[in-house]
């Protein structure tokens, strides 16, 4: 059996195969109040259908002010955790892990949806003000955000354990924690974006601060056998930002707090940076966290082909993968990989009709 078609147990949690469903913001919550509907159970399901080993919701917000959009989920009440309750059972039904990412935007909020342009949208617009760990925005033409007082971060720790909270009730077998992609916990761990000279800026370690925080009062109230993520921007292609040294020391410091695996990604948290992509090109950072830190990684960024992700495996670069764009477009990708590396697949019943 290939290696990407081998099971990995993390905590208690045994996974069927190494293909994690990378969480992908879908901007569809019509109400504007972040719940759930049709549109996530189809999109979800369907690739736990397809075959993927986990099934990750996209990133949902621990509060109203932290949606990227209007139109993204949170996980910070009740109707909003109901309404996830069928997606996780179906989800389950099909033999795949049922795992949510936790967010907050910081100062990357209240945008219009992508195919819309992502322009800022105003209080008129339903918009709303941002907030980071400075009042530095993102770029020249985004909103200044007003800089968070102790106060305030924390009740964002506090809205991050609610919503872990949440997940582990309503039957989300897997947690991940947001720190990438120049959104709030990235913001904080940033010497670009936080320029606090308090205990949570200065320092690597006062940088981290905020995050430790988050990932101590999540380990704090989910159960143990919870397998905890955390998807991290292991650099971010800026000439004096955060870099892969820096991630190595926060991913062993999350190690030893509980974390289970580091999702590394990079970049976006600056529109200076300097980003060549290509089939696998953030495959090293990985691997650097891997070796570096001694920790448990997914590697992701246009893994499209089969033998590409289990090369990656037996090279031991990761000992995951998590794919993304090529699962939207091909959500039964799992299935072909396992026919081309194994030499067959299971399909379901109601799909057997295509393959004979």
């Given at each position: 059996m290939s290696l990407l078609f081998n099971p990995i147990?993390?905590?208690?949690?045994?996974?069927?195969?190494?293909?994690?469903?990378?969480?992908?913001?879908?901007?569809s919550s019509?109400?504007?109040?972040?719940?759930?509907?049709e549109w996530h159970l189809v999109h979800l399901g369907t690739r736990a259908i397809g075959g993927a080993g986990l099934v990750m919701a996209e990133a949902t917000s621990v509060t109203p002010e932290g949606r990227i959009s209007p139109y993204d989920l949170g996980l910070w009440n009740s109707k909003q955790a109901d309404s996830f309750q069928p997606i996780v059972k179906f989800i389950e039904k099909y033999n795949s892990i049922p795992s949510i990412q936790l967010a907050h935007a910081g100062r990357k909020a209240s945008r219009n949806k992508p195919w819309l342009g992502s322009n800022r949208l105003n209080i008129e617009e339903d918009g709303w003000d941002t907030v980071a760990p400075s009042s530095i925005p993102y770029d020249?033409?985004?909103q200044t955000p007003e800089e968070l007082t102790k106060e305030a971060i924390a009740n964002l720790i506090s809205a991050f354990s609610k919503s872990a909270k949440y997940a582990a009730d309503i039957g989300f077998k897997c947690i991940e924690l947001h720190l990438a992609h120049g959104y709030l916990a990235n913001q904080f761990l940033s010497p670009i974006?936080?320029?606090?000279?308090d205990e949570y800026g200065g320092s690597l370690k006062n940088r981290s601060r905020f995050v430790i925080e988050v990932v101590k009062a999540v380990r704090k109230v989910i159960p143990d056998s919870i397998p905890l993520f955390?998807?991290?921007?292991?650099?971010?292609?800026v000439e004096g930002g955060w870099d892969t040294t820096d991630s190595i020391?926060?991913?062993?410091?999350?190690?030893?707090?509980?974390?289970?695996?580091?999702?590394?990604?990079?970049?976006?948290?600056?529109p200076d940076q300097n980003l060549e992509t290509f089939p696998g090109y953030q495959v090293p950072l990985a691997s650097h966290v891997k070796k570096g830190a001694d920790i448990l990684t997914g590697a992701v960024g246009m893994i499209n082909?089969?033998?590409?992700?289990?090369k990656i495996l037996n090279d031991n670069h990761s000992d995951?993968?998590?794919?993304?764009?090529?699962?939207l477009r091909n959500p039964y990708w799992p299935l072909d990989a396992k026919s081309e590396l194994d030499g067959s697949t299971i399909w379901p019943g109601q799909y057997i009709r295509a393959i004979q």
């Open positions: 147990k993390i905590r208690s949690i045994i996974i069927k195969n190494r293909i994690f469903v990378s969480p992908m913001c879908q901007y019509e109400t504007k109040d972040g719940v759930p509907n020249n033409n985004w974006s936080n320029k606090r000279t955390a998807r991290i921007s292991v650099t971010e292609h020391e926060l991913s062993t410091t999350l190690k030893s707090e509980g974390v289970d695996l580091i999702d590394c990604s990079s970049g976006g948290n600056s082909k089969p033998k590409q992700a289990e995951v993968v998590f794919i993304g764009r090529e699962l």
